[in-house]
């Protein structure tokens, strides 16, 4: 057995009858900048998201596909030309690879086995941490030599959730001896894109340029711009020697930091880094599914590269700056994500400093009691249109302290949580305030979807739940008993003053939230069209949270309807079927999807919740919940392999949708292993 986490995909093997399958595998190697190499197994260029090297750079610019596709073909010493990789132009069908023989996940990171009779050639990708680099690398491992490898990089420089059909822009190519720049004329804000070959009697050969439009089959099937250009400079050519190994190397580094490691370093590098995180991380995730997710959690924390002001402000305190990728491929770092997100990629994974340095960086930007719901791409400031962020800031910080023991980092963020307190008792921004007849926590604002369930489309705030939301006053009786907790143990007499904010809240809450003809909880009262009986996954925030604002009275009826209405193998569903709002698939354009994204849709960060609860309710059945991530160990293997999808389809065969990989996803499966660990 290896010793080390291995996801293999055989190929051809079950499902070879379905080319397919290698356009809707992906995978995804991430810097640690936010940047990330990703494509389909087959390497056909799917989404708009694709390539080989996205770079992640300073605000106004954000990420930008620099390298987005290499045409590889293997030149046999009996003459034959063999394609490596696949494409799919506008033109033609696809074009899929036929001598792949295999494909793995090795310690989190790509192999493809290509086999043309007996020739054997292993190709991988790396990322260099912390760097805008990619190293695509092949090895000849068995044959008799004398084949060469022709690569023809393709690029068209565009923001990684610009339109495809960008025209391509005039390129200028610059040789020094081995080293090639390419400079998009016109711009002097993007870097050029610098290639290095390593490799056998290698040379790079200028024709004149080649563009070829593709095909993005994905952003079809999502309604967007699906035809594009990408361009080609030429192409490098090499020999390939049995056991000895040549690498292309993409950057937009400056030259010293890419010469700084060989290809060979540059991998036992990334290498090392990734076995000292599974060291570190919580004995029970050294291994197995939960191991797999330790290496899809590195994906998300990443240095805020773009945004200079944060490590600036980091480095003057002597500390260092964090923050969390909400979901690949388009989304940035999201408030809401982060906190529910820390412990699970975080204290779970003994990443304990960066935890720190998370919370830390997002104090920094509480506005009127609220911490920013996400920052744009390519943009320093964040915007504030949530009511819940900011609470889940406060359990972040409980479930820190409780595993770390740093009271120096809750001592100094005493005034500002006080402060976000004050505001939400007196009132802020979007109309998030405490309504001082009951004490309850409403929000709402025309035009803003201020929960989780935020979809909106064309002015459309699909889900708006104005109002006072259930899991909005258990969040925020959760943040005022944990208020009254540290400002007692501090010696603060204000600490009384929260408890009997905490207690008047779960009176009101008992009284107005229990609906005894569901046997469940409203999920909004005091809305728009008075209160909403739908029976949605909220409910479970006032169980599973560490003060629970519900009476324990009611805690097995509303398990009992979220278990038999809401639980699939991969999270729960948003709504419960039956509803007249109800839909069972998430697809077609983006009106569509959106209509569907809280209204059914099944969500993987809320097996953790749920998990919570119900060991509150059932403490001895740790295997059945053990039993919520079984879904997750077989998704692992589809979609983005080694990692969790954002959502699923609300009804079998729960077809995985919108991001690849998901921060909160990933976080909340792990923390259940961990949690539930013998």
Avoid at 53 to 59: M, R, S
Avoid at 239 to 254: D, F, H, I, M
Avoid at 280 to 290: F, I, K, M
Avoid at 365 to 386: A, K, S
């Amino acid at each position: 057995m290896p010793s080390f986490p291995l996801s293999t995909m055989p190929w051809p093997g079950p499902g070879a009858q379905e080319p397919e399958r290698l356009l809707t595998r992906e995978w995804l190697v991430t810097n640690g900048l936010g940047g990330y190499a990703s494509g389909s197994v087959g390497g056909v260029c799917t989404r708009r998201y694709h390539g080989l090297l996205v770079a992640a750079l300073p605000t106004p610019l954000g990420r930008i596909v620099m390298l987005s596709h290499i045409a590889e073909y293997l030149h046999l010493a009996d003459g034959r030309l063999v394609r490596l990789t696949g494409e799919e132009r506008t033109d033609a069908p696809y074009d899929l690879p036929e001598v792949l023989s295999e494909f793995r996940m090795e310690m989190g990171l790509p192999v493809w086995r290509f086999q043309v009779g007996a020739a054997v050639l292993e190709k991988r990708v790396v990322l260099p941490h912390r760097q805008n680099t990619a190293h695509v690398s092949y090895r000849m491992i068995e044959g008799d030599g004398g084949a060469r490898l022709t690569l023809r990089p393709r690029m068209n420089f565009r923001p990684h959730e610009g339109n495809v059909s960008q025209p391509v822009g005039e390129y200028q190519v610059e040789a020094i001896g081995a080293r090639y720049e390419v400079r998009l004329l016109g711009d002097s804000q993007l870097p050029p894109l610098r290639f290095l070959m390593h490799g056998h009697n290698s040379e790079f050969v200028l024709d004149g340029g080649r563009v070829s439009e593709f095909f993005y089959r994905v952003e079809a099937a999502r309604g967007y711009d699906n035809r594009g250009p990408v361009w080609s400079p030429g192409r490098f050519d090499m020999e390939l020697r049995r056991g000895e190994e040549c690498t292309l190397v993409a950057s937009t580094e400056p030259w010293d930091t890419i010469l700084a490691l060989t290809p060979r370093e540059a991998v036992g590098a990334e290498i090392g880094r990734r076995e000292r995180l599974l060291q570190q991380a919580h004995p029970a995730a050294r291994e197995g599914v939960a191991a797999e997710l330790v290496l899809a959690a590195d994906q998300f924390i990443i240095y805020p590269f773009s945004r200079q002001a944060d490590a600036a402000r980091a480095r003057a305190e002597g500390d260092d700056a964090r923050t969390v990728i909400a979901g690949y491929h388009w989304f940035t770092d999201w408030g809401r994500d982060t906190m529910i997100s820390l412990e699970g990629l975080t204290l779970c994974t003994g990443r304990h400093a960066e935890a720190g340095y998370i919370l830390r960086t997002f104090r920094h930007y509480v506005r009127d009691g609220l911490i920013p719901n996400m920052f744009p791409e390519g943009q320093n400031e964040g915007l504030y249109h949530t009511a819940d962020a900011t609470l889940w800031f406060f359990h972040a910080m409980d479930r820190y302290v409780a595993v770390t023991g740093d009271r120096l980092t809750l001592r100094q963020a005493l005034p500002t949580f006080v402060s976000i307190v004050e505001h939400h008792l007196r009132g802020t921004r979007f109309g998030i305030g405490v309504d001082p007849r009951d004490g309850l926590l409403r929000q709402g604002a025309e035009g803003y979807q201020l929960t989780w369930m935020d979809a909106k489309v064309d002015g459309w705030v699909v889900t708006p739940r104005r109002g006072k939301a259930v899991e909005l006053n258990a969040l925020f009786y959760n943040a005022l008993c944990l208020m009254q907790r540290w400002l007692a143990e501090e010696g603060d007499a204000r600490s009384d003053e929260m408890a009997a904010h905490a207690q008047r809240l779960r009176q009101s809450f008992n009284a107005r939230f229990w609906n005894p003809r569901t046997g469940a909880l409203f999920d909004v009262v005091d809305g728009e069209h008075g209160d909403d009986d739908a029976v949605r996954p909220n409910m479970v925030l006032a169980i599973s949270l560490p003060h629970a604002v519900l009476d324990p009275e009611h805690w097995v009826s509303v398990l009992d309807a979220a278990w038999h209405k809401l639980v699939t193998p991969v999270g729960l569903r948003s709504l419960a079927p039956g509803h007249p709002d109800y839909k069972p698939r998430y697809d077609g354009d983006l009106r569509a999807r959106d209509a569907a994204y809280h209204q059914g849709t099944v969500w993987g960060w809320l097996a953790g919740p749920f998990a919570d609860a119900w060991l509150k309710v059932h403490p001895r059945d740790v295997q059945g919940v053990r039993h919520l991530v079984d879904g997750f160990a077989a998704h692992l293997r589809e979609a983005c392999i080694g990692s969790i999808s954002e959502i699923f389809d609300a009804e079998e065969p729960y077809t995985p949708r919108g991001c690849v990989a998901q921060a909160w996803s990933v976080a909340e499966a792990l923390r259940i292993l961990v949690k539930t660990a013998r």
